[in-house]
């Protein structure tokens, strides 16, 4: 297909139908709107992973979020698509590019729970929800006795559970979200703690928007260039590189965070952390490395070769299947609040 399909002049952006889907896409759309004074059409689409309620790991992880967004790209139905970043399988999709990262909203991991508990505050034994098999290994491995179990749902369905709402019952003490989502939506007053990426490292490219079009579609790809963030860009790069050298999914236990300074010789340094943690908690490898922003795929790569020669591929197929928590054996052992997962390692890649 040669050219865009675009109607009167009108883009249609291809997106999930949950509230922060659309509020995510109507954000990229009125940015679009605002550098281009081209309009946007919204036009809604029901995902694999929207449809099922089983658990992401379950769905196979990677892909069920995408691939009818790109399965309508590729039918020139929409002319673009909004993911959230850390959806996107990392192999490259025929026919498509990522024409725009828009600058990315706080990466961290929050914590909602009961009567404004921390993470450290929450006693052994507490029922702390999350649907991300990286924040359940990590969870796990800080040892402070929690019981970390699988949940499924939108945000606030995901809250709903802690406070009760409706006829969503308060089963749970506290649950793990994106800080993105919920800046997002507006709902921020809601965290009780901001995590440390000490204590749990992010998901790679989380935080991160990916804008994706026909690779053949010149005009669009001209009109989302001003989106473009190149920060964004290289961070989620040497993350998402760290991801397909470990040749793991987006729910496999892995973890990634690249941060961009300014370096002695006034050019940006590109700072890398990567883990990978055992799903039952019990083991876990962190790592880190530094490079030019030019060199962040090189980056990523060099870190997840470094974690594979220490073991992590054995580390992701560890505790494939949920185990209780080590730590729910001794009750009583004090945990610190700011507890660092094993094996965390400062290298550079320089």
Same mark, same amino acid.
């Given at each position: 297909?040669?050219?865009?399909?675009?109607?009167?002049?009108?883009?249609?952006?291809?997106?999930?139908?949950?509230?922060?889907?659309?509020?995510? !896409?109507?954000?990229?759309?009125?940015?679009?709107?605002?550098?281009?004074?081209?309009?946007?059409?919204?036009?809604?689409?029901?995902?694999?992973?929207?449809?099922?309620?089983?658990?992401?790991?379950?769905?196979?992880?990677?892909?069920?979020?995408?691939?009818?967004?790109?399965?309508?790209?590729?039918?020139?139905?929409?002319?673009?698509?909004?993911?959230?970043?850390?959806?996107?399988?990392?192999? &490259?999709?025929?026919?498509?590019?990522?024409?725009?990262?828009?600058?990315?909203?706080?990466?961290?991991?929050?914590?909602?729970?009961?009567?404004?508990?921390?993470?450290?505050?929450?006693?052994?034994?507490?029922?702390?929800?999350?649907?991300?098999?990286?924040?359940?290994?990590?969870?796990?491995?800080?040892?402070?006795?929690?019981?970390?179990?699988?949940?499924?749902?939108?945000?606030?369905?995901?809250?709903?559970?802690?406070?009760?709402?409706?006829?969503?019952?308060?089963?749970?003490?506290?649950?793990?979200?994106?800080?993105?989502?919920?800046?997002?939506?507006?709902?921020?007053?809601?965290?009780?703690?901001?995590?440390? &990426?000490?204590?749990?490292?992010?998901?790679?490219?989380?935080?991160?928007?990916?804008? /994706?079009?026909?690779?053949?579609?010149?005009?669009?790809? /001209?009109?989302?260039?001003?989106?473009?963030?190149?920060?964004?860009?290289?961070?989620?790069?040497?993350?998402?590189?760290?991801?397909?050298?470990?040749?793991?999914?987006?729910?496999?236990?892995?973890?990634?965070?690249? $941060?961009?300074?300014?370096?002695?010789?006034?050019?940006? $340094?590109?700072?890398?952390?990567?883990?990978?943690?055992?799903?039952?908690?019990?083991?876990?490898?962190?790592?880190?490395?530094?490079?030019?922003?030019?060199?962040?795929?090189?980056?990523?790569?060099?870190?997840?070769?470094?974690?594979?020669?220490?073991?992590?591929?054995?580390?992701?197929?560890?505790? !494939?299947?949920?185990?209780?928590?080590?730590?729910?054996?001794?009750?009583?052992?004090?945990?610190?609040?700011?507890?660092?997962?094993?094996?965390?390692?400062?290298?550079?890649?320089?």
């Amino acid at each position: 297909m040669t050219g865009t399909s675009v109607r009167g002049g009108t883009l249609r952006l291809g997106t999930r139908a949950s509230r922060l889907a659309l509020t995510q !896409s109507q954000h990229v759309a009125d940015a679009l709107t605002a550098a281009s004074g081209v309009p946007v059409e919204m036009v809604h689409v029901s995902t694999f992973g929207d449809r099922s309620q089983a658990a992401i790991s379950q769905l196979g992880g990677t892909g069920v979020f995408v691939t009818a967004l790109r399965d309508a790209l590729l039918a020139g139905e929409v002319d673009l698509a909004v993911h959230s970043f850390k959806d996107l399988p990392t192999a &490259p999709a025929v026919g498509l590019t990522i024409a725009a990262v828009p600058p990315r909203e706080d990466p961290r991991d929050v914590l909602v729970a009961r009567d404004g508990l921390t993470l450290g505050e929450l006693p052994p034994g507490a029922r702390v929800g999350t649907g991300a098999p990286r924040r359940m290994a990590q969870l796990r491995a800080l040892g402070l006795g929690l019981d970390v179990v699988p949940i499924r749902g939108n945000v606030d369905t995901r809250m709903a559970r802690v406070t009760g709402h409706g006829d969503v019952a308060a089963d749970l003490d506290a649950v793990v979200l994106a800080r993105a989502g919920l800046s997002r939506l507006g709902r921020l007053a809601a965290v009780t703690e901001v995590l440390d &990426p000490i204590q749990v490292l992010p998901a790679p490219a989380q935080g991160a928007l990916a804008v /994706e079009c026909r690779t053949d579609d010149d005009r669009v790809r /001209e009109l989302l260039a001003p989106l473009d963030d190149p920060a964004t860009r290289a961070c989620v790069a040497a993350e998402r590189a760290v991801l397909t050298a470990l040749e793991a999914g987006c729910s496999a236990p892995v973890a990634a965070y690249a $941060e961009l300074a300014e370096g002695e010789d006034g050019a940006a $340094e590109l700072y890398l952390r990567a883990s990978v943690t055992a799903l039952d908690g019990s083991d876990g490898l962190r790592g880190s490395a530094s490079a030019p922003a030019a060199d962040a795929v090189q980056c990523g790569r060099a870190l997840a070769a470094e974690l594979l020669d220490r073991g992590a591929a054995a580390l992701m197929a560890a505790g !494939s299947a949920p185990h209780p928590d080590p730590a729910l054996h001794h009750p009583h052992r004090p945990a610190p609040p700011a507890a660092t997962p094993p094996g965390d390692q400062n290298r550079s890649t320089r």
